[in-house]
């Protein structure tokens, strides 16, 4: 086992040097210049740009290894410094939506795998194509038009950090957590009932029914503990789609998390940050898969490497 | 794609489908309801989109100072190019321009369906050579798919939103700014069918004849892979919709004065408390197109390629 951990870490490496490379690329080669001659010049000195391209890159992944993203354009502050300033709301608002999603949705598509081609069944099916297809910042302004200004029962827009007290804290993520996580219901759900539908046709139901546990122990310790590796490798992949809903969810919400950096960061052209937080969002996206696929070996002791 | 499939229902489709060995695959799509229904709402956006001049709309980028924040049916005024001023009913209100709302959701239609379907195109054309390049000449696989990986753990929205950012705006840039981050699903899918198609007996003889790699790859392997790729398509034409107007939204894609809908929702922004319509309809319009795409894609899924596995 050891050794499958050992193969699997090592095997992110190449991942994550492509994603530097590419990255490293992006920025350098496709960004306009906007300055008089003698500006470019000098800034190309001051930057290495007057560097053969694989020196530049050298220079750029030594910086990058020791945590130094550069100063941003905008704000006049290390880029390191500014993404630990904007993670504690990001760090938040994703957890909740993972959380919200998977108690939602676990249970929803085990019911509907239960009572297969049932009413319920196909209306959590319809609901999950309608959950693919509405786009999130349309939700999120159906949610504030309703609960917020309608009702009245939630804050509108802005984000109360967590040490101000958890009340606020939450008062503010609600909305913002329900928002984002309709696409994961739908997409969780999914791939739990047609996990779930296999599993019940495997033999070990049978003899579970048969030798008489009730019907519930049958769909959650037998049904579903079966189905969890699916269900944890759909998470791990909808991390790239959470990443691109928290960019929305965060600039409809105003808060001041990622995201909403690096919008900013977009509409100010503010490229040492537009690389960090690309950079930062990837290296998290190839890491919680590499967490992923460890989670297998304890989820499913069948498995063995 | 490696996923077996799981869905009992779609197990007796295939076999529904065995017993219907006469009937071709285009009989079996027109008889399906999700492409029925998806089909039939798509079709009547295409005709918006194309007959949107003569469906009671203005010039989208004429304003008016005196009509502006108008609510949804109200009349005003509004002046055209030649100075002459025109009666005008604001269907769907107005924005804080002065601009008709009912004329821009109209053109943006145009926007929002010639961006999913080039940037469909686009990811499908350059999906497919780095797709069959990667499956049929072996010594550039590993190279290919590990970069592939790489574009891959790349969220694709950030890509998006960075490369438009660096060449700015323009139906150009975003189309290709969308269409980069779906070319190594593509890829995938691509190289995953070629794998298989290249042992089968057909390939193997046309092998033997003698024939160049280039007419193997583009004449036996390519018309294989067809279905799965319409199928594959059609979700990237969804996908894509959704990503332009989140782009405009966000105000990172299309000049603002480009009627598209994410434009007119990032215009309504401000002003959401007093005047929802100017986000709500076209959301609902957005909301709908990328419905109807994927259940149109899901149904096609079903009829053309009902061994697919359940995509993601």
Redesign the interface.
């Given at each position: 086992m050891l050794n499958f951990i050992a193969r699997r870490v090592l095997a992110t490496i190449?991942?994550?040097?492509?994603?530097a490379?590419?990255?490293f690329l992006?920025?350098r080669l496709?960004?306009?210049d906007a300055a008089s001659a003698d500006q470019i010049a000098r800034i190309r000195v001051e930057l290495g740009l007057d560097q053969p391209i694989l020196v530049q890159f050298g220079i750029w992944l030594g910086h990058m290894l020791t945590g130094n993203l550069g100063e941003s354009f905008y704000y006049k502050v290390q880029v390191t410094e500014l993404i630990a300033q904007r993670l504690e709301p990001t760090f938040s608002l994703s957890v909740l939506t993972i959380v919200f999603a998977v108690l939602v949705s676990v249970p929803l598509g085990a019911i509907a795998a239960w009572r297969?081609?049932g009413w319920f069944d196909r209306a959590l099916m319809g609901f999950a194509?309608?959950g693919?297809?509405?786009?999130?910042?349309?939700l999120a302004?159906?949610l504030?038009?309703i609960v917020s200004?309608k009702l009245g029962w939630l804050p509108v827009q802005g984000y109360k950090r967590f040490a101000d007290g958890a009340g606020p804290w939450l008062q503010h993520l609600i909305l913002p957590s329900i928002t984002l996580s309709v696409i994961f219901i739908a997409?969780i759900a999914?791939?739990t009932r047609?996990?779930v539908?296999?599993a019940l046709?495997e033999d070990y139901i049978r003899t579970a029914r048969a030798k008489g546990l009730p019907e519930s122990r049958v769909l959650v310790r037998h049904a579903v503990a079966n189905a969890a590796v699916?269900i944890v490798t759909?998470i791990g992949?909808?991390i790239?789609l959470l990443?691109?809903g928290v960019?929305?969810t965060e600039?409809v919400y105003a808060i001041p998390g990622l995201g909403r950096l690096?919008?900013d960061a977009?509409?100010s052209?503010d490229f040492p940050t537009?690389q960090g937080?690309?950079l930062f969002?990837?290296v998290v996206?190839?890491l919680v898969n590499l967490l992923v696929d460890l989670s297998y070996v304890f989820l499913d002791p069948r498995i063995r490497y | 794609m490696a996923?077996p499939n799981?869905?009992?229902?779609q197990a007796l489709s295939v076999e529904a489908a065995d017993v219907r060995q006469s009937e071709s695959a285009w009989q079996r799509v027109r008889r399906n309801w999700s492409v029925r229904i998806g089909g039939a709402v798509l079709a009547l956006l295409v005709l918006v989109a194309l007959a949107a001049p003569l469906l009671g709309t203005v010039d989208p980028t004429l304003f008016d100072a005196a009509s502006r924040d108008l609510v949804p049916g109200e009349r005003g005024e509004i002046t055209t190019l030649d100075g002459e001023i025109l009666k005008h009913r604001f269907w769907f209100g107005s924005d804080s321009f002065g601009r008709d709302i009912y004329s821009r959701v109209l053109y943006g239609t145009r926007v929002a369906l010639v961006v999913g379907l080039l940037a469909a195109l686009l990811a499908l054309a350059f999906g497919i050579v780095c797709g069959l390049c990667a499956g049929y000449l072996r010594w550039l696989d590993g190279i290919l798919m590990?970069?592939m990986?790489?574009?891959m753990?790349?969220?694709?929205?950030?890509?998006a939103?960075?490369?438009?950012?660096?060449?700015?705006g323009s139906l150009t840039t975003v189309i290709i700014a969308i269409a980069i981050p779906e070319i190594p699903r593509v890829t995938r899918l691509v190289r995953s069918l070629v794998l298989s198609i290249r042992e089968e007996p057909y390939v193997e003889a046309a092998v033997a004849l003698g024939t160049p790699t280039w007419k193997i790859m583009f004449g036996h392997i390519l018309p294989n892979t067809v279905a799965p790729l319409v199928v594959q398509g059609t979700y990237i034409v969804?996908a894509a919709i959704?990503v332009e107007?989140?782009l405009s939204?966000?105000?990172?894609g299309l000049p603002p004065d480009i009627p598209t809908w994410g434009n007119i929702?990032a215009e309504g922004r401000a002003q959401?408390?007093q005047y929802?319509h100017n986000?709500?309809i076209p959301?609902?319009f957005?909301?709908f197109t990328?419905?109807a795409v994927?259940?149109l894609g899901?149904g096609l899924r079903d009829t053309l390629d009902p061994k697919m596995a359940?995509r993601?």
């Open positions: 190449p991942v994550l040097a492509i994603v490379v590419l990255v992006l920025l496709t960004a306009g297969f081609g194509v309608l693919f297809s509405i786009p999130v910042f349309v302004y159906i504030i038009w200004l997409l999914r791939v047609a996990s539908l296999e046709g699916p759909v992949i909808g790239a990443i691109g960019v929305v600039s690096t919008v977009v509409l052209r537009i937080v690309i969002f990837s996206y190839v | 996923t799981l869905n009992p229902l590990r970069f990986d790489g574009l753990a790349i969220p694709a929205i950030l890509i939103i960075a490369l438009v950012a660096m060449w700015r969804a959704l107007a989140i939204f966000l105000g990172v929702m959401f408390n929802p986000i709500f959301g609902v957005l909301a990328v419905l994927n259940i899901d359940k993601v």
